[in-house]
């Protein structure tokens, strides 16, 4: 066997082999010795047929067979020669039809990780929201749990205008500068009037309709609207009142929150601010984790190996609702949606791989401790169902756990030593 290698880009790899003659046809005759034990030929008991008449009548049968030989045989040998360490498996370019007395030719494309050299990870200025939680943000939660235990009323007639208090069924489109912007298309939408469930422009153009009746106005989006490109832009909205509904709201007492599963109101108070506060606290860390990582790849953009980006995706498109296995299947095969996931799952991509490079320049080290804790807390979630598949369950958990551990290392590493500018903001409802 001879090989070479050509590097395609810093992550991917070409192999080329040749397989000499003599093991092609070492192949061939390993093929069809294989054939002859079950070829049942006119004349000759099962297994007793010559390998001449045997490669006559099935010669052509087995050449897949023995690609697949040659190839299987060889590439790893070819790796090893070539000192590459794949990171997936091998994908085959090209191959020859395989043909006794000649020599076998094959190429391969191989995925390896970058090679990442960079060590001015330490002490980076960025900025980040951190956000806070209020009293006024606690009374809005509350109010929405009131909506959701609230009786209502239709108001039947037509001429009575939107008000505050009211449940509106509204539906609308909007356009920037005669462009349709699809993803404000809002279909039967239920809005609570005067709770500020919508901005306020919005809600404004809302009060005073009446059922079935339809409006065209401009309206600004507010500077926080969540869209870089959409944010403090004026759109021209079509919104239609489908429906008008009178809202009883249940009264927030001791009652109220025992119909919710809590022990009284103040209790209920309690756990929403605590419920609030945590998840304030975590969507906090994750802007600071996004801004050091974002800092990072500013300056040190680098290509990814694509079979680890198509594991993202799958990922991604597997974390995703499917009516059935089988629809979650097509889903993977989509290309369309494979497209839409793949800059993100590329900067995903990316983002392991520095965390997993800090880790080694940092030497970062999880113990056996730590695993066993994570492990405890994850295994607790089942809550004591799992029986005797407990060992196992563990065994397929730990890897997964030592990895997400390691990057946690890596994460709360550059964290401290980061100097974070943080800008005080309210917690997103």
Do not use: C
Request: proline share 4%; hydrophobic share 35%.
């Amino acid at each position: 066997m001879k090989s070479s290698m050509e590097s395609v880009n810093s992550v991917q790899k070409r192999v080329s082999v040749e397989v000499t003659p003599e093991e092609v046809d070492k192949a061939f005759t390993a093929a069809l010795k294989g054939l002859q034990k079950k070829a049942k030929v006119q004349g000759f008991r099962p297994g007793k047929a010559p390998l001449n008449i045997v490669k006559k009548l099935y010669g052509g049968q087995v050449l897949a067979e023995v690609g697949d030989k040659l190839i299987n045989g060889h590439m790893f040998a070819a790796l090893t020669e070539q000192e590459i360490r794949p990171i997936s498996s091998p994908v085959i370019e090209s191959a020859d039809t395989p043909e006794q007395g000649k020599a076998f030719t094959f190429k391969a494309l191989v995925d390896i990780m970058p090679a990442l050299e960079f060590d001015d990870y330490k002490g980076l200025e960025v900025k980040a929201d951190s956000y806070t939680v209020d009293t006024s943000m606690i009374d809005k939660e509350i109010n929405q749990l009131q909506r959701r235990q609230a009786k209502t009323t239709p108001v039947e007639d037509n001429t009575t205008a939107a008000a505050a208090g009211m449940l509106a069924t509204v539906s609308h489109t909007a356009s920037l500068d005669g462009n349709k912007i699809d993803q404000m298309d809002i279909n039967d939408m239920p809005v609570n009037l005067g709770a500020g469930e919508l901005y306020e422009d919005l809600e404004n153009a809302i009060l005073g309709m009446k059922t079935g009746e339809t409006k065209e106005t401009d309206i600004t989006l507010p500077k926080d609207f969540g869209d870089d490109e959409l944010s403090g832009k004026t759109l021209k909205f079509h919104i239609e009142l489908k429906e008008l509904k009178n809202l009883e709201l249940p009264e927030v007492n001791d009652d109220f929150a025992k119909d919710l599963n809590f022990e009284s109101v103040a209790d209920l108070k309690e756990k929403v601010q605590n419920h609030m506060e945590s998840r304030a606290k975590d969507l906090s860390r994750q802007n600071k984790e996004n801004a050091i990582l974002e800092a990072i790849l500013a300056k040190h953009d680098f290509e990814v190996p694509p079979a680890m980006v198509d594991q993202v995706i799958d990922s991604m498109i597997g974390e995703l609702q499917h009516p059935s296995e089988n629809e979650r299947k097509v889903a993977l095969e989509n290309q369309e949606m494979r497209k839409h996931f793949r800059d993100q799952a590329k900067k995903r991509t990316q983002n392991t791989l520095v965390l997993w490079h800090v880790s080694q320049k940092e030497e970062l080290k999880v113990t056996d401790e730590d695993v066993e804790a994570k492990l405890g807390e994850t295994l607790a979630q089942f809550g004591g169902q799992m029986g005797p598949q407990v060992a196992q369950i563990k065994k397929n958990l730990e890897p997964r756990i030592r990895e997400n551990l390691i990057f946690e290392k890596a994460m709360d590493f550059l964290l401290s030593s980061a100097n974070i500018n943080e800008n005080k903001a309210s917690l997103p409802m």
